[in-house]
C-alpha cells in the first residue's frame, strides 16, 4: 500500500552537510500527503532513535533533543518526497537512517517507531572526525 525509498546518504566529515530524501509510493485510492512522516536512526549495536517528525501538510514538526537547531525535516507532497537536510553533522550521527509513515490525524507528530506503519530500507549517512 505505501512503499518509501530513501536516498542520498553517504560519508561526509564532521562538520559537513548531507541530504537525504524518501520518495513516497501509495496506491491510488490514496496520496503521499494522508500520511505522517518521520525519520529514524540505527547505529550499530543501538536502538533505532526517532530523529525528526512532520505533520500531514508539513506545518508541524518534531526532532530529537540530540539533533534539534541542526537538522531539519521537510516535505513536498507535490513531489511525492520528504527530507531530511542534516547540518553541522557529528561523528555521533552516524547511523543507517531510515523513513517511515503512519496513518494519524491532521497536525500530529511522534518519534515513536512504534507508532508507524510502513518503512523503507534505509540509507547509510557516515560522519567521520
Known amino acids: 500500500q505505501v512503499q518509501l525509498v530513501e536516498s542520498g546518504g553517504g560519508s561526509v566529515q564532521a562538520g559537513g552537510s548531507l541530504r537525504v530524501s524518501c520518495v513516497v509510493s501509495v496506491g491510488s485510492e490514496y496520496t503521499p500527503s494522508s500520511y505522517c512522516m518521520g525519520w529514524f536512526r540505527q547505529a550499530p549495536g543501538k536502538e533505532r532513535e526517532g530523529v525528526a517528525a512532520?505533520?500531514?501538510?508539513?506545518?508541524?514538526?518534531g526532532y530529537a533533543d540530540s539533533v534539534k537547531g541542526r537538522f531539519t525535516i521537510f516535505r513536498d507532497d507535490a513531489k511525492n518526497t520528504m527530507y531530511l537536510q542534516m547540518n553541522s553533522l557529528k561523528p555521533e550521527d552516524t547511523a543507517m537512517y531510515y523513513c517511515a509513515a503512519r496513518d494519524c490525524w491532521w497536525g500530529e507528530t511522534s518519534l515513536r517507531g512504534a507508532e508507524y506503519n510502513y518503512w523503507g530500507q534505509g540509507t547509510q549517512v557516515t560522519v567521520s572526525s
Open positions: 512532520v505533520s500531514r501538510g508539513g506545518g508541524s514538526t
